[in-house]
């Protein structure tokens, strides 16, 4: 399994919808064959629409699904920015899933601990070296995926799987842990959730080998998915799905 597969729906309700059966089907597939399916989530809104989706879905056996995040901003989990309180009230909170199979970035201390704290329970749980078999991404406007900001230190990182990142160019002004490079690209399947027009410029520019942070997600050994709205995928020449 290798590979980049561009799909382009309709609408971002198509979009969620796709996100949600992919999400399914790698897990029936991880558990099938490994016992268990460790994903790693994406904050922002089309994201969020996917596990909304996801909470229809009985056929996730969620007793087996341990859930990471790809990112956090250094906030509590009640914080309305807290990437793990809207996938609590999107998806979590809704699905029998077990407390102990969520794993929150400890946000009650430094950003550099939290990361340090994160990367050990990374290994404790997904191994050592860690392969998520699912990672969800979404893309900034300015070319960033997860935490990982244009021109920041973090993008360079070749050891540490976690690291703290501080704010970029968007609100709100706090640090943040990052999932990097080496665990992105060890994933077994990693996918991008894109919608709107306003991401159709950026879009295009990672398609074209621009070098920003998302343009550097390439599975070594791993599928890797771009799901994206019509209107993200405008500029693009691309068959629709």
């Known amino acids: 399994m290798s590979g980049k597969k561009v799909i382009v729906l309709e609408t971002p309700d198509r979009v969620a919808e796709r996100a949600a059966e992919l999400f399914a089907r790698a897990a029936t597939e991880a558990i099938g064959a490994r016992g268990r399916f460790v994903v790693a989530l994406a904050g922002g809104s089309t994201p969020e629409k996917a596990y909304r989706v996801l909470t229809g879905r009985p056929n996730v056996e969620w007793a087996r699904v341990y859930?990471?995040?790809?990112?956090?901003?250094?906030?509590?989990?009640?914080?309305?920015?807290?990437?793990l309180g809207m996938a609590r009230r999107a998806l979590l909170d809704h699905v029998p899933i077990p407390s102990a199979n969520v794993f929150a970035v400890p946000t009650d201390r430094p950003a550099a601990a939290a990361a340090r704290q994160y990367q050990r329970s990374i290994a404790d749980t997904v191994g050592d070296p860690p392969r998520f078999d699912l990672i969800l991404l979404g893309l900034g406007d300015d070319g960033h995926t997860a935490s990982l900001f244009p021109g920041k230190a973090a993008l360079e990182e070749q050891t540490a799987w976690v690291v703290a990142s501080p704010p970029g160019v968007l609100p709100p002004p706090v640090d943040r842990v990052t999932l990097t490079f080496p665990v992105l690209n060890a994933a077994r399947r990693v996918a991008f959730l894109v919608t709107g027009s306003k991401k159709a410029e950026v879009v295009k520019d990672v398609f074209a080998g621009r070098d920003y942070p998302a343009a550097r997600v390439r599975p070594t050994d791993g599928e890797l998915t771009w799901l994206l709205d019509a209107?993200?995928?405008?500029?693009?020449?691309?068959s629709r799905s």
Do not use: I, W
């Open 67 to 83: 859930v990471f995040l790809g990112d956090e901003r250094m906030v509590p989990p009640d914080d309305e920015r807290s990437n």
């Open 231 to 238: 209107d993200a995928a405008a500029k693009l020449d691309q």
